[in-house]
């Protein structure tokens, strides 16, 4: 029976030690200072993280749908580095690599220094890309059935809401339209960055002309606000 007291006072010491290190393990250091959580494909963001004096970077950050651009430096008590986030239609994280050096003060008046690597925390972000992605069906079909003599009654194509993926709380409320020759756009936006397209939302009216036989009508979800800034060096339309 003592043995067996032995064994079960050994498992829990050894559980306990288990936990222990692997709570170490998961401490993370620092804290961010506030960040934009939804960027733009090709966006720079530049992330300062405030730590204690014996916190120094360790190597390269690691990274996800992002690149990096400037290396993390510290300067004080902030360590500063830069990313760019890559055109995926999907989350971007980042998270510092550090050093933690920790010296300690021993009975006979020598003192003992370790370092430990942990992490950051995380940095997540949404990222407002439509690489490869392919809108919903229009009007919930891949045919549609129309008049073909519309009386000068427009014929309107309506997409269901969407939200981009990498940021799954932001609507997509702006698309590229093509539709066939002869058709006529009620209200139409054009953009010399989309030849014989047409900006719109959700939806777009058209008037087929008299003589039509049918069409192929053709949409790209699109981003004014990532597309159409200079800063950021992205193309058009992506279908």
Known sequence: MPTFYFHLRSLAVLLLLLLIARLSYAQTEGTFQSYP?????????TLR?????????????????????????????????????????????VVFKLKKTTTVKNSDGTTTTSDT?????????????????????????????????????????TLPQEYFV???????????????????????????????GYLSGRSLSVIPPASTTGGIVRVYQYSRACNENTNFNNPGARS
């Open 49 to 93: 993280l405030t730590v204690a004096d014996n916190i120094t970077v360790a190597d390269a950050p690691a990274l996800t749908n992002a690149t990096l651009v400037f290396y993390p430096a510290k300067t004080g008590n902030v360590i500063d580095c830069t990313v760019r986030w890559n055109d995926v239609a999907a989350q971007g994280t």
């Open 166 to 196: 990498g940021a799954s709380s932001v609507p997509i409320t702006e698309y590229v339209w093509q539709v066939p020759t002869g058709y006529q756009v009620v209200n139409p936006v054009t953009s010399p960055d989309f030849p014989g």
């Open 117 to 157: 690597y942990p992490p950051s925390p995380t940095v997540t972000v949404g990222i407002q890309s439509v690489r490869d992605r392919m809108p919903a069906l229009i009007n919930g079909t891949t045919n549609l059935n129309v008049p073909l003599c519309s009386n000068g009654q427009p014929i309107t194509f």
């Open 37 to 45: 959580t939804i960027v733009c494909p090709g966006e720079q963001t």
